[in-house]
């Protein structure tokens, strides 16, 4: 099982930036991807970015250009630096993580909450 704990959420305004880190724990399966999903209020939660351990990454559309995933794969630690935020980044961004083989079985953090006031 993979524990995996968030951190750097919080409140800024419109046009910063904000940095969540997630680090993983426990039976980390290689090669594995690992990502960033959000759910804003009423809405279904979403993809926002992904990473594998060879560094490979997804965006989501929305988010092109102003996120950047990463990872430390020494650390089994992936960041996501955000910039540019716009108010309807506003969500609880959750922590993915999710080994690379048959009927493997995702991995969520506990959330931690963006709000980007305009």
């Known amino acids: 099982q993979v524990q995996l704990v968030e951190s750097g959420g919080g409140l800024v305004q419109a046009g910063g930036s904000l940095r969540l880190s997630c680090a993983a724990s426990g039976n980390i399966l290689s090669p594995n991807t690992m990502g960033w999903y959000r759910q804003a209020p009423a809405k279904q939660r979403e993809l926002v970015a992904v990473?594998?351990?060879?560094?490979?990454?997804h965006y989501a559309d929305s988010v092109k250009g102003r996120f950047t995933i990463s990872r430390d794969n020494a650390k089994n630690t992936v960041y996501l630096q955000m910039n540019s935020l716009k108010p309807e980044d506003t969500a609880v961004y959750y922590c993915?993580?999710?080994?690379?083989?048959?009927?493997?079985?995702?991995?969520w953090g506990q959330g931690t909450q963006v709000t980007v006031s305009s």
């Open positions: 993915n993580a999710r080994a690379l083989r048959p009927n493997s079985i995702a991995s």
């Open positions: 990473i594998t351990t060879g560094g490979s990454t």
